[in-house]
């Protein structure tokens, strides 16, 4: 719960933060006359913003506030920029990672009261109940305070979900699109899809897609031809999305969703792992489709693969090696867990990655960005 004073009555209201950050220990309220060097310097300070003004004036100012983020003093500029300069790959991406949570600490001070049913009673709010009610569920009657930053991801998740995004690999438009639910992560970066869209099949009969997400790489093996896909998730979000896409794309008989912590019982011919890619702590729930800490699921997948491969059935292991470019892992420990786990490489495949990032030389990861391959391992039985 989060707790604040208004007009010497003390108020209580349900706390919604995506991350689990705790409610704000101290809250003020704020409006239109506010000035948005005193609400940086507040929200710097720790001190959250519940805001009773114009709500275009609340977006208004949470711009304000990221541009001041965005700006440093020269001086401190120059400081942070020199350290991470001297940095090391491992100590350069541990120093971003922490510049980012500081920020978002900072544009998450701005906070928006939310009514029992999801309604913003502040001039000039939109109505966001349809969006509310896909990211949290039906209204439970209760109040709420949470982020104006995360609120309006909410709502650019829930246009995410109704456009949907659009996949070649499963064939020809209107029906190739994959609709992401807020928090599970969007396939917006195509060249791992491609990899297992291109990638020789060992087998049409069956094939496990473990940690299937929004379920697209279960519906590519589907359109593949692959005659029946059982695919594997553990949360409850992920299991939604991946239950509505293959409704939508018509492939609801052929693949099988089950909760569960990596395999299904049983072995196939062709299983499927697509990681997450960087061994770090996630900080909200969709960030762990980015970061895997201390590599778990990696290492459960090459651990308990060889017990779910039929015989000659193949691994198909999807990994970027942006984590050895950063430092966090080495070519030699993925190498020595494949050997440990009983598995060899029959063969990759590998792809360069086409987002932005790889491009933009002002990125401070961009060397290893520049230097990525995402590559599909073709893994076997040892002997």
């Known amino acids: 719960m989060i707790e604040w004073s208004e007009q010497g009555v003390d108020h209580r209201a349900l706390w919604r933060s995506e991350s689990g950050a705790?409610?704000?220990?101290?809250?003020?309220?704020?409006?239109?006359?506010?000035?948005?060097?005193?609400?940086?310097?507040?929200?710097?300070?720790?001190?959250?913003?519940?805001?009773?003004?114009?709500?275009?004036?609340?977006?208004?100012?949470?711009?304000?506030?990221?541009?001041?983020?965005?700006?440093?003093?020269?001086?401190?500029?120059?400081?942070?920029?020199q350290k991470i300069a001297s940095a090391g790959p491992a100590e350069?991406?541990?120093?971003?990672?922490?510049?980012?949570?500081?920020?978002?600490?900072?544009?998450?001070?701005?906070?928006?009261?939310?009514?029992?049913?999801?309604?913003?009673?502040?001039?000039?709010?939109?109505?966001?109940?349809?969006?509310?009610?896909?990211?949290?569920?039906p209204a439970s009657g209760q109040p709420c305070v949470v982020a104006l930053r995360e609120l309006l991801g909410i709502v650019g998740a829930h246009e995410w979900r109704k456009k949907g995004v659009e996949i070649p690999a499963?064939?020809?438009?209107?029906?190739?699109?994959?609709?992401?639910?807020?928090?599970?992560?969007?396939?917006?970066?195509?060249?791992?899809?491609?990899?297992?869209?291109?990638?020789?099949?060992?087998?049409?009969?069956?094939?496990?897609?473990?940690?299937?997400?929004?379920?697209?790489l279960a519906a590519v093996l589907a359109r593949r031809g692959v005659r029946r896909v059982v695919a594997t998730e553990l949360a409850p979000r992920a299991l939604a999305c991946a239950a509505d896409n293959l409704q939508r794309l018509g492939l609801q008989e052929r693949v099988a969703l089950l909760a569960a912590d990596l395999f299904p019982p049983g072995r196939a011919p062709l299983v499927v792992c697509n990681p997450p890619w960087l061994p770090a702590r996630p900080s909200s729930a969709i960030e762990q489709a980015v970061y895997d800490e201390g590599s778990r699921m990696l290492r459960g997948f090459l651990a308990g693969l060889a017990g779910h491969l039929a015989p000659g059935g193949e691994g198909w292991l999807v990994l970027s090696d942006l984590a050895e470019h950063l430092g966090l892992r080495t070519r030699d420990e993925l190498l020595g867990w494949i050997a440990t786990a009983g598995l060899q490489v029959l063969g990759r495949l590998d792809a360069r990655p086409r987002h932005g990032k790889a491009q933009d030389a002002g990125d401070p990861l961009h060397a290893a960005r520049a230097a990525e391959l995402t590559s599909l391992w073709r893994l076997g039985a040892a002997g």
């Open 170 to 216: 499963l064939g020809p438009a209107p029906g190739n699109r994959i609709h992401p639910h807020y928090g599970v992560f969007s396939p917006i970066r195509g060249e791992y899809i491609d990899l297992v869209a291109q990638a020789p099949l060992p087998g049409m009969d069956l094939a496990f897609d473990i940690g299937t997400g929004t379920g697209v």
């Open 92 to 137: 350069r991406f541990h120093l971003h990672r922490q510049a980012q949570a500081q920020r978002a600490r900072t544009l998450g001070a701005l906070l928006i009261p939310v009514d029992g049913g999801y309604g913003i009673t502040l001039r000039r709010a939109p109505d966001w109940r349809a969006a509310c009610t896909e990211a949290w569920g």
């Open 22 to 81: 705790p409610a704000p220990r101290r809250v003020q309220l704020a409006d239109d006359t506010l000035p948005a060097d005193t609400a940086y310097r507040l929200a710097c300070e720790g001190t959250a913003l519940l805001w009773r003004g114009d709500f275009q004036n609340a977006r208004q100012l949470l711009q304000a506030l990221m541009r001041r983020a965005d700006r440093k003093p020269p001086k401190a500029a120059a400081k942070a920029a």
